[in-house]
């Protein structure tokens, strides 16, 4: 369900600024970077001054979307990432729900809010309730593959493109594709027809589908599919009510090698397996355990996150945290899934 639709005071906000910062969410994915670097690049074919501010570092095989100097990590640089957005005028949120998904720079960002010169606050995003209250401007779609295809369509709307996706840049189409292609899993969930016609004319534009495919999904390192095969062969759990789940422990990493991004779509593998309706990743983290959640068809484990797991996201996507150690999780995740099935 669309909750607002602003592309038109977008333009209008977006010629009155000078200095752009664009945010990517936590434990940033290939939707997040696509959407931040897409905005980016339409903002730099506007002359406009534009950085992006990302938490915490990308995994490597995302890297071909991002030259020098353009993302700034706030567990890095802290400061420097505080300054750029003491200095902004337009602070841009994409994908997430709200300003505090930012990670540890939503605390600045509260802080220019304060000021006596408050700079702008705009949402572009795809998960349910966004947090409207906190922004000038919402655009908030559910029913879009990702926040790249909504962006896509946000960028359409402009002014300066009307609807020519040839007017976009090549490097803009190949963030977009990118973020699109990885948030449904290379054209496995969530993809509506909406989706479709967006990846034809963004390859018409001139993106290398194949490229890219093989740049987000074909350089992993060798320590990842050996921990895949561990996960695979020692760890996954098929439990009652067709659920299946992994657990990944500090220990774990630390065995072999692991380095962020080494467990992306993992959770989606199980969903493989006839029976599998639903599965869970657990994830030890230094503070909490992150949360990954996937399911098929009707069985909805946005409810299930938001009662058990302190979060939230799609029907058949969604994600959150657990404050507990990594030893009682199994014993606690499978009673909440008898509890969900039961009724």
């Given at each position: 369900?669309?909750?607002?639709?602003?592309?038109?005071r977008?333009?209008?906000?977006?010629?009155?600024?000078?200095?752009?910062?664009?945010?990517?969410h936590e434990?940033?994915?290939?939707d997040s970077?696509?959407?931040?670097?897409?905005?980016?690049r339409?903002?730099?074919?506007?002359?406009?001054?534009a950085?992006?501010?990302?938490?915490?570092?990308?995994?490597e095989y995302?890297?071909?979307?991002?030259?020098?100097?353009?993302?700034?990590y706030?567990?890095?640089?802290?400061?420097?990432?505080e300054?750029?957005?003491?200095g902004?005028?337009?602070?841009?949120?994409?994908?997430?729900?709200?300003?505090d998904?930012?990670g540890?720079?939503?605390?600045?960002?509260e802080k220019?809010?304060?000021?006596d010169?408050?700079?702008?606050?705009?949402?572009?995003?795809h998960?349910l309730?966004p947090?409207a209250?906190?922004?000038?401007i919402v655009i908030s779609?559910?029913?879009?593959?990702?926040?790249?295809?909504?962006?896509?369509?946000?960028?359409?709307?402009q002014?300066?493109?009307?609807?020519?996706?040839?007017?976009?840049?090549?490097?803009?189409?190949?963030a977009?594709f990118?973020?699109?292609?990885?948030?449904?899993?290379?054209?496995?969930?969530?993809?509506?027809?909406?989706?479709?016609?967006?990846?034809?004319?963004?390859?018409?534009?001139?993106?290398?589908?194949?490229?890219?495919f093989?740049?987000?999904?074909r350089?992993?390192?060798?320590?990842?599919?050996?921990?895949m095969?561990?996960?695979?062969?020692d760890n996954?759990r098929?439990i009652?009510?067709?659920?299946?789940?992994f657990?990944?422990?500090?220990?774990?990493?630390?065995?072999?090698?692991?380095?962020?991004?080494?467990?992306?779509?993992?959770?989606?593998?199980?969903?493989?397996?006839?029976?599998?309706?639903?599965?869970?990743?657990?994830?030890?983290?230094?503070?909490?355990?992150?949360?990954?959640l996937r399911?098929k068809?009707?069985?909805d484990?946005?409810?299930?996150?938001?009662?058990?797991?302190?979060?939230?996201?799609h029907?058949?996507?969604?994600?959150?945290?657990?404050?507990?150690?990594?030893?009682?999780?199994?014993?606690?995740?499978?009673?909440?899934?008898?509890?969900y099935?039961?009724g």
């Open positions: 369900m669309r909750v607002v639709v602003a592309e038109d977008l333009n209008g906000l977006i010629q009155r600024s000078s200095n752009v910062v664009l945010f990517g434990n940033p994915d290939g970077i696509g959407s931040c670097m897409a905005m980016y339409y903002l730099e074919g506007l002359g406009r001054r950085h992006i501010i990302i938490n915490s570092r990308l995994p995302f890297s071909f979307l991002i030259p020098e100097g353009v993302v700034s706030y567990t890095e640089a802290p400061e420097d990432c300054r750029l957005v003491a902004a005028d337009l602070l841009v949120f994409l994908d997430m729900n709200g300003a998904r930012a540890g720079v939503a605390k600045a960002v220019a809010r304060k000021g010169v408050k700079p702008a606050m705009v949402l572009i995003d998960h309730n947090k209250e906190e922004f000038d779609d559910t029913e879009v593959s990702s926040a790249c295809e909504l962006l896509y369509q946000v960028l359409l709307s002014p300066g493109v009307a609807g020519d996706v040839n007017k976009l840049s090549l490097e803009c189409a190949k977009l990118t973020g699109i292609l990885t948030d449904t899993n290379n054209f496995a969930n969530s993809v509506y027809p909406s989706t479709y016609m967006a990846v034809s004319a963004l390859q018409g534009r001139g993106v290398d589908r194949d490229a890219i093989n740049h987000v999904f350089s992993y390192s060798q320590q990842r599919m050996r921990l095969g561990h996960m695979l062969q996954m098929c009652a009510h067709g659920v299946a789940y657990t990944l422990s500090r220990r774990t990493k630390e065995e072999f090698g692991f380095v962020k991004g080494d467990s992306e779509g993992f959770v989606n593998l199980p969903l493989a397996i006839k029976d599998i309706k639903m599965t869970a990743f657990f994830t030890e983290e230094e503070d909490y355990i992150k949360v990954s399911s068809g009707d069985i484990v946005n409810e299930f996150s938001r009662r058990y797991c302190n979060g939230g996201g029907r058949n996507a969604s994600g959150g945290r657990l404050y507990m150690p990594m030893e009682e999780v199994p014993a606690y995740f499978e009673s909440k899934v008898n509890e099935f039961a």
